[in-house]
């Protein structure tokens, strides 16, 4: 039943709006920290958004019948990171703040739905090791960006915290990239040998 769901047109269809659309919305709300980012860090920036925009972009081929392998490598790790991500740093501005506005729960809310889509279409993808590294160098260089050049996404009220936030981005993108390899490569060597 959910593979049937999965693979509707019309679902695809719908799939492929909601994330375009959230996309743009994504810039949109970075587009006060992006007027103020040097442009040699623009693409790295925005991390969110582009997750999705990666998704967007096997969705559309994934509707007329085609893979791209190097996409779905970037936006399966790269959902799951950042989705994790933001729903982690909303809950952390709600215990230190003490209070979270609909944003908050609008951003927990679909960020965890980022996070899910992404691995509900593991099946589905075509990633081999060349792939799962090309996403892996993008999401290690972006932490080295996000926390070394200070480009990170703006939570005011976590700014005492970014060692430790970068720490933990550290570690969660390594999480990313280990389960994208287990339940992708991994798996599918252990097809191949009848396991």
């Known amino acids: 039943m959910v593979n049937y769901i999965l693979l509707d047109k019309r679902f695809l269809v719908l799939l492929f709006f909601v994330n375009f659309f ?3 919305y994504g810039y949109m709300w970075y587009r006060g920290q992006l007027s103020i980012t040097p442009d040699i860090f623009l693409a790295f920036v925005p991390d969110s958004p582009t997750a999705s925009l990666f998704f967007t972009i096997f969705l559309f081929f994934f509707i007329f019948g085609r893979n791209v392998p190097y996409i779905e490598a970037l936006a399966l790790v790269t959902l799951f990171k950042y989705g994790i991500w933001a729903v982690v740093m909303n809950i952390l501005t709600l215990i230190i703040g ?3 506005g609909w944003q908050g729960y609008m951003l ?3 960020h965890g739905a980022m996070a899910i889509q992404g691995l509900l279409y593991i099946p589905y993808y ?3 090791r060349r792939h799962l590294a090309v996403a892996a160098i ?4 972006n932490d080295v960006i996000d926390y070394v050049f200070g480009m ?3 939570y005011s009220i976590l700014t005492d915290y970014m060692k430790e936030i970068g720490y933990f981005t550290f570690w969660l993108s390594m ?6 390899y287990m339940l992708t490569i991994k798996r599918d060597t252990r097809s191949n040998h009848g396991l």
């Open 126 to 128: 075509k990633i081999k």
């Open 22 to 24: 959230g996309t743009i």
């Open 138 to 141: 993008w999401t290690l260089h």
């Open 152 to 154: 990170m996404p703006v």
């Open 108 to 110: 927990i809310a679909s």
């Open 175 to 180: 999480l990313s990239i280990f389960i994208a």
């Open 98 to 100: 003490g209070e979270l």
